[in-house]
């Protein structure tokens, strides 16, 4: 099993989101998150245009999946296709359980 996260600079989850229900990728969770990227945040106008704040941290959208092993380049594929802006990161899952029925490993997702 894998964990995808993504963080998106944009608001593209509901494309991303369809598209993993299209290949039976059905739990994904979302968070809407603040933070910073290497690029600085865009300027925004305040007081009528006289006066310029660079905010520190950017909205940002969290996304998080357990997906099996076989689906890594088909989800992966699906968010640098539906995301304008932001990263992926996959990681291993060593243990996985279903704290209703106890049952263990991929079953569980």
Do not use: C, W
């Amino acid at each position: 099993m894998l964990k995808i996260e993504a963080i998106l600079g944009e608001n593209d989850v509901m494309a991303i989101s369809e598209a993993l229900k299209n290949i039976g990728i059905g739990g994904l969770t979302v968070t809407k998150v603040r933070g910073r990227g290497k690029r600085p945040s865009p300027e925004i106008h305040a007081s009528k245009g006289s006066e310029i704040f660079v905010p520190q941290f950017n909205e940002k959208y969290f996304i998080e999946a357990i997906i099996p092993d076989s689906k890594e380049d088909e989800v992966v594929n699906i968010i640098k296709e539906n995301g304008r802006v932001g990263k992926i990161f996959v990681s291993q899952v060593l243990r996985a359980v279903d704290i209703a029925t106890g049952d263990e490993g991929e079953s569980t997702i």
